[in-house]
């Protein structure tokens, strides 16, 4: 699915999502009917493909536990910013997961 972008989302550069000048996001979706290990392999491969092509970027609305240096994908230019704020209001990580900012 290729969701365009624009608009109000391409306005103000004081925000946490770096990818505002983009034309469009693409989505891929897959099902399990394989198996997870078999669709785990297959959006890693979709994934690596668009990104030689349309550069490495991420969506953090959508979390991909493979995702290399998946904190520059996703933050961009945001990620020291998003960080410094995480460590402020969050000093104790009662919002920590695996990809979160502390």
Same mark, same amino acid.
């Given at each position: 699915?290729?969701?365009?972008? #624009?608009? @109000?989302? /391409? $306005?103000?550069?004081?925000?946490?999502?770096?990818?505002?000048? %983009?034309?469009?996001s693409i989505q891929v979706e897959l099902t399990l009917q394989? #198996?997870? @290990?078999? /669709? $785990?392999?297959?959006?890693?491969?979709?994934?690596?493909?668009? %990104?030689?092509?349309?550069?490495?970027?991420?969506?953090?609305?959508?979390?991909?536990?493979?995702?290399?240096?998946?904190?520059?994908?996703?933050?961009?230019?945001?990620?020291?910013?998003?960080r410094e704020v995480a460590r402020k209001y969050d000093p104790d990580r009662v919002f920590a997961?695996?990809?979160?900012?502390?």
């Open positions: 699915m290729i969701d365009a972008m #624009g608009g @109000a989302i /391409a $306005r103000g550069p004081a925000s946490a999502f770096p990818h505002r000048s %983009a034309l469009a394989a #198996g997870e @290990a078999n /669709a $785990r392999r297959a959006m890693g491969v979709a994934r690596d493909e668009l %990104a030689k092509m349309f550069g490495a970027t991420g969506y953090v609305n959508y979390l991909d536990p493979q995702m290399p240096d998946w904190a520059r994908t996703y933050y961009g230019s945001s990620l020291t910013r998003l997961f695996p990809q979160g900012l502390v």
